[in-house]
């Protein structure tokens, strides 16, 4: 892709988010696009970068590191790990990220914290993945476990609960994950936690309506991925 046509569907991208603010009463700038870069070479995350893209989002440890190291000069670039990570991968994305999107588990919480201290940053502000539509293929908790694995992260120095997140079934009719991003948004409020990650290239819109305060765009953004 030119920089020329990853500028117009930055710029394409961005429009439709600021729609949906103002159409469902969000204050202007309450949604913030974390571009998903996963699977793309580091030089579309510095045209992304070109185009205005402060926050990216990568699923595999590794590549995010790789990726953090190659582009650490950029100035303001935010890295969100919004994938599942192992334990002894955790220690990529408690140095490079400053969110991660996908908690799950006590031992990665504690190894994120441990190796999150030791490297001397500041506490990794996390999100607890919820599998709210309960399906067996999707990670994340069910929301009866939440408040277990809260409390077990907020006993750790290095790590700050600040939201949840989900990743709902591919639907073909975005209305379709309406009511399992609403369910999100009730258990957010019900636990105190401001941040809310949910809506992708196909939902985005719908999952802004419904108090989403990260969106995580990839396809929308950068075209269709080579298989993972
Ligand atoms: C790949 C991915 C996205 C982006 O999906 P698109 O359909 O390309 O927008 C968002 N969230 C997670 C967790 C992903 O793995």
Redesign the pocket.
Known sequence: MTLDALQTRVAAVDARVRGAEVRAGRSPGSVQL?A?S?LHPAEIVEAGWQSGLRHF?E?YAQELRDKHQALGALAGLTWHA??PVQVKNAKYVARAASYF??LVSVEVARELSRTRGLAGLPPLRCLIEVNVAGEASKAGVGPAEVPALLDAARALPSLEVVGL?T?PPLVDEPEHNRGCFRELAALGRRFGLPHLSMG???D?EVAIEEGATFV???????GE?APG
């Not at 995580?216 to 950068?222: D, E, H, K, N």
């Open positions: 974390v998903v996963k989002g699923n919004i994938g999107h996908a997140s990743m992708t290239t196909s985005f995580r765009v990839g396809t929308a953004l950068f991925r």
